[in-house]
């Protein structure tokens, strides 16, 4: 018997989807090539804490929490706030992929790992894709597809929903990874986002530590990192070079070296077609300030599993059915993304120019960046906290 829904890909948003899915009794299938859920994924694994507490999760094993955030604007010294509270937690990516797999719940046998979606097709009679497996090739169809497979979908590669998002709106992160040395000092509790162009090609540098792991990386938009001259690792080196990431990172050596796209296009639509959702990087959901995606994919997910339930219960897998996917995805997290966009050009690019150096020198100010970098605050609040009331009127704040 055929499966009604069929979700490709076993990251946050494919594993939240699942999560839906079962919760609601419906009959899925979840393929994905790894062996283990985000073992092979490149991420700082910053998790904010609204993730934890909007999905009602608690702190699981190997969440290291992070309770302080450093930010260095051009021409300024680091600044650090600190929160009383956890602000989120850095986790392996293994670990959050092990935690979210059993969160499935019985069902999660219907998740498939070391299992390759090659090739999907959509027509009137259903989804039908194709799957290698170690035993060999296979197919499976089913009414509805998920696609969570990632900033390169399987479904957008085989011709379904859209085209890819281009160069100028994607990003792209280079990431060393790090182990702290015998008798070093624990990583302090405090994640970094070094702006300007000494750090990255008009993106951010940041530094996330988890127990004895501290993950560091730079980047920035595909477009300008390829038209840069500066290679990555020299910006990364330099970022390693700042004296207070000097001292963080004291005693500590690179263990191995990564990089991978990230979508950082605000809000990307259609983001579904007849029979088929595209979710998490898929979908775009990833801050376009931040590049955290995990919170995002998992909103994503979620949205398409509460409407692929929905689809099948009424036996309406049409466009028309499926439209409420991107209305709830966009009633959700749709603000963060539109202005996350707008605030991308200046915060990204100009750094303290554009959003003013006087503003960023003020405590409070800081604050409020720091807040919406974390999660803990909209990025609409933040720009209507931070902008002066001719430009709120401007950009219809
Ligand atoms: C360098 C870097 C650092 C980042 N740091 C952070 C961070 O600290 N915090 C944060 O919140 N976000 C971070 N992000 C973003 C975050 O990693 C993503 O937004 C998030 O993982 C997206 O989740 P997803 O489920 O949509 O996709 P993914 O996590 O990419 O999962 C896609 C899944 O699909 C599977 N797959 C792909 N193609 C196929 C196929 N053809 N067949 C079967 N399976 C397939 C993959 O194996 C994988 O399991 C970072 C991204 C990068 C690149």
């Not at 989804?127 to 009414?143: F, K, L, S, Y």
């Not at 709106?169 to 994640?191: A, H, K, W």
């Not at 792991?213 to 938009?221: D, F, H, P, Y």
Request: net charge negative; aromatic share 10%; charged share 20%.
């Amino acid at each position: 018997m055929c499966p009604d829904v069929i979700v490709v890909g076993a990251g946050p948003a494919g594993l939240s989807a699942a999560h839906v899915l079962s919760e609601n009794g419906v009959d899925f299938r979840l393929f994905s090539r790894e062996q283990v859920p985000g073992i092979d994924k490149c991420c700082g694994g910053f998790v904010p804490a609204r993730m934890m507490s909007e999905f009602g999760i608690h702190p699981f094993e190997g969440c290291y929490a992070i309770n302080s955030v450093r930010m260095k604007f051009p021409g300024m010294d680091p600044v650090r706030v600190d929160f009383d509270f956890p602000i989120g937690y850095d986790v392996a990516r293994y670990r959050l992929g092990t935690f979210l797999l059993e969160r499935v719940g019985r069902n999660k046998e219907f998740v498939s790992l070391e299992t390759e979606v090659s090739n999907v097709v959509i027509d009137n009679s259903g989804c039908h894709v194709t799957i290698e497996t170690p035993n060999g090739r296979d197919t499976e169809d089913a009414e509805i597809l998920i696609d969570c497979s990632g900033a390169n979908p399987v479904s957008i590669r085989h011709g379904y929903v859209r085209g890819r998002i281009p160069n100028s709106e994607m990003g792209y992160g280079r990431q060393y990874i790090l182990e702290r040395g015998p008798n070093t000092d624990e990583y302090d509790n405090v994640i970094d986002f070094f702006y300007g162009h000494e750090y990255s090609p008009g993106g951010y540098a940041w530094l996330f530590p988890r127990n004895d792991i501290a993950v560091i990386g730079t980047g920035g938009l595909v477009s300008r990192v390829r038209d840069d001259e500066t290679p990555l690792d020299t910006y990364l080196h330099r970022f390693m070079d700042h004296v207070v990431i000097g001292e963080q990172l004291r005693g500590s050596h690179v263990v191995s070296k990564e990089a991978a796209l990230m979508p950082l296009a605000g809000i990307v639509t259609p983001s579904f077609s007849n029979r088929v959702m595209l979710a998490g990087d898929a979908a775009g959901h990833c801050s376009p300030v931040s590049g955290e995606g995990i919170y995002y994919s998992m909103v994503g997910g979620a949205c398409a599993g509460e409407v692929a339930s929905l689809a099948v219960d009424e036996s309406n897998f049409s466009e028309k059915s499926l439209i409420r996917y991107e209305k709830l995805w966009r009633s959700r997290m749709g603000s963060d993304l539109k202005w996350g966009a707008w605030l991308q050009h200046r915060l990204l690019d100009g750094g303290s120019s554009s959003l003013g150096s006087s503003l960023l020198r003020s405590e409070k100010y800081q604050r409020i960046v720091a807040e919406m970098l974390i999660g803990e605050r909209s990025v609409r609040s933040a720009i209507i906290a931070c902008a002066p009331g001719y430009l709120r009127a401007k950009i219809g704040l």
